[in-house]
């Protein structure tokens, strides 16, 4: 009887390393989710195009990536001339979902700060993120 007693520590030493020799899967799963994120990155950039506009009112933002604590990691300009919105939305979505994986898959840390919507401007003929307006030359 005295033999079953030392056995539960080597048992759940046991169960603790075959959990360990599981991490090196973490990787691959991250390159993966990774590889994704990127591959749909480059449709979403393809979809856009060059974002050519006539006017600001042809500009808009989209969501893109995605943050450790949630909510987008940035957001891409797009022009309503050249670009099918629902399309652009939901390639969109499909990114930050990958991206969403590649970061739980990573354990890829953000700075958990709010990214407010920006607006999008029309420069020189193209859509583009607008800087805050506390940056814009001639703001107080």
Same mark, same amino acid.
């Given at each position: 009887?005295?033999?079953?007693?030392?056995?539960?520590?080597?048992?759940?030493?046991?169960?603790?390393?075959?959990?360990?020799a599981?991490?090196?899967? /973490?990787?691959? !799963?991250?390159? =993966?989710?990774? @590889?994704?994120?990127? &591959?749909?990155?480059? +449709?979403?950039?393809? #979809?856009?195009?060059?974002?050519?506009?006539?006017?600001?009112?042809?500009?808009?933002?989209?969501?893109?990536?995605?943050?450790?604590?949630?909510?987008?990691?940035?957001?891409?300009?797009?022009?309503?001339?050249?670009?099918?919105?629902? /399309?652009?939305k !939901?390639?969109? =979505?499909?990114? @930050?979902?990958?991206h &969403?994986?590649?970061? +739980?898959?990573?354990? #890829?840390?953000?700075?958990?700060?709010?990214?407010?919507a920006?607006?999008?401007?029309?420069?020189?003929?193209?859509?583009?993120?607008?800087?805050?307006a506390?940056?814009?030359?001639?703001?107080?």
């Amino acid at each position: 009887m005295k033999l079953r007693r030392p056995l539960l520590p080597l048992a759940l030493a046991s169960a603790a390393l075959a959990s360990c020799a599981q991490t090196p899967m /973490a990787p691959k !799963a991250a390159e =993966a989710a990774e @590889a994704e994120s990127v &591959r749909l990155g480059r +449709e979403l950039r393809t #979809l856009i195009g060059d974002a050519s506009c006539n006017s600001d009112a042809q500009c808009r933002v989209v969501p893109v990536g995605a943050k450790a604590c949630g909510g987008p990691a940035g957001y891409w300009a797009w022009s309503t001339q050249g670009t099918d919105g629902e /399309a652009l939305k !939901a390639l969109a =979505a499909r990114q @930050a979902a990958a991206h &969403r994986r590649e970061v +739980e898959a990573s354990q #890829l840390r953000s700075n958990c700060a709010v990214v407010t919507a920006p607006v999008a401007a029309c420069v020189a003929g193209r859509c583009q993120v607008a800087p805050p307006a506390d940056t814009r030359r001639g703001a107080p």
